[in-house]
């Protein structure tokens, strides 16, 4: 398959953006390669500069639940941008976004309206420590809750592919107040919570960022114990797993409340929109109710509104979760199958339509038992993928994301990809 232009686009990208790309992941670095780049998508496919097609199984990091180029999120949009594309004053559409949102994740009494994963992390947790009057955190090892900088510590996916411990930039002070503790472990979080000075416990309850690792049982429901005892405010990062392992996410699924979520990528429907919300007395907390500063110019886009609106409809339609578990176990055990084939040592992890394969031979429960996984082999299997047609998140560490616009005949061709790229 030709790269030509992929390869040209690339050179002059590098004279401008540093490593050519606007977010580190896409470099392809971890997997050994160059970026190729994407003309446009249509469904389960993408089509990069020179026209070469792939089956996608990144859904732009997580967001294109329903296919690229959805015909009903593009009418919308068009419909929604006649009318003026920003106005930096209240809409009706806010409110119904808002509503929309509360209906579906009934733990978001109130909702604020925001532009990325990372300002929806970012305010949730100045909120809690507003609302608490305290100053420390909790984040998991191997947890990405997007870039501020008192969550870039220890933060899987990106920085961990690139082997930046934290990040450069980020003062000592701005860390400090940060703890880490390994994903599915509660003694470690009762121990730091029990002096009493912690704002928050932010999580991701399907960690999605240290590739796919669910919640063991009753690790979801010790954190809302453990917080509600020592008045902490939990905080479930959603970013990833809102309308994508449930229609209510995994809170829905699991079955617990948290004090706030954030939420994020599927509810965008592919333009850049995300949100915080949940309790009322803490979301009053928010000016200009409250003390906690927190704004956003684009806060709100009619444009995103619109599309994420649309989304989370077409989402609500009967059908539409069965069908993605299915999709993803077809994919899931096909994988698997394909590496017990090969005789290669895998492990699956895999929560409805978001999956990981992970090249190790024992259980990813962590992000230390993920680290297990052979990073050279999944290069490999990136690049035999890719020159097959398939398109996989490019890095051990970032789970893959199956859509509804993924046939089971799409499927089968990419277990028979894998069947031959593992052989290789
Ligand atoms: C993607 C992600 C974020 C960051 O969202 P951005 O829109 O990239 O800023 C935060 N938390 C989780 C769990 C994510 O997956």
Known sequence: ????????????????IPGGVNSPVRACRSVGTDPVFI??????????????RYLDLIGSWGPLILGHAHPEILAVITETMARGTTFGAPTEIEVTFAETLRKAVPSMEMVRAVSSGTEATMSALRLARGFTGRAKIIKADGGYHGHADCLLVAAGSGAATLGIPGSAGVPEGAAADTIVVPYNDLTTVEQALSHGDVAAVIIEPVAGNMGLVAPAPGYLEGLRA??????????????????RVAFGGAQARYNIKPDLTTIGKIIGGGLPAAAFGGRADIMQKLAPLGPVYQAGTLSGNPLAMAAGIKAMEIL???????????????LGDGLLAAAKAAGIPAVMNRVGSMLTLFFCDSPVTDYQSAKAADTQRFGSFFRGMRDRGVFLPPSQFEAAFVSLAHTDEHIDQIIAAAKASLAS
């Open 316 to 330: 609500a339609r009967p059908g539409t979760y069965e069908r993605l578990e299915q999709v993803g176990a077809r």
């Open 39 to 52: 003309s446009r998508g249509e469904g389960p496919f993408i089509f990069d500069a020179d026209g070469n």
């Open 1 to 16: 398959m030709g790269t030509d232009k992929s390869a040209a686009i690339f050179e002059r990208a590098k004279q401008l």
């Open 226 to 243: 453990l917080c509600t005892k020592h008045g902490t405010v939990l905080i479930f990062d959603e970013v990833m797993t809102g309308f």
